[in-house]
């Protein structure tokens, strides 16, 4: 049975940061792909950014570029996503996605049917 669980979550003043954790397990983790995403109310759900867990390569979303950064341990099945300079518009549920196609490790990293495993999700707020 495969298990994501996040972890790290909170809130936050604007400029702030936050490292969520993923914790995976019951699945083939050291080459496929992962990925975080987010959802606000009333919003679709979006990709944030990808990792392959075998060769490290990495896709971000435009809106996150050089403020987030995603990270693997393979040792431990984790996954982690440093948010710097956190902004009012980064507010979510995060969630922690793994690859269940065997598509997602490319350009279309953010489509949502490729991954057919997730998380809970953990809440991030940025206020003042």
């Known amino acids: 049975q495969v298990q994501l669980i996040e972890s790290g979550g909170g809130s936050v003043q604007p400029g702030g940061s936050l490292r969520l954790s993923c914790a995976v397990s019951?699945?083939?983790?050291?080459?496929?792909?992962m990925t975080w995403f987010r959802q606000a109310p009333g919003k679709e759900r979006q990709g944030v950014a990808a990792i392959n867990t075998g060769s490290g390569s990495t896709h971000y979303a435009d809106s996150v570029k050089g403020r987030f950064t995603i990270s693997r341990d393979n040792a431990r099945n984790r996954v982690y996503l440093q948010m710097n300079n956190l902004k009012t518009e980064d507010p979510a549920m995060y969630y922690c996605a793994a690859d269940s196609s065997g598509l997602a490790c490319g350009r279309s990293w953010h489509h949502v049917p490729f991954y057919g495993y997730w998380g809970q999700g953990t809440q991030v707020t940025v206020s003042s």
């Open positions: 019951g699945y083939s983790f050291s080459d496929n792909c």
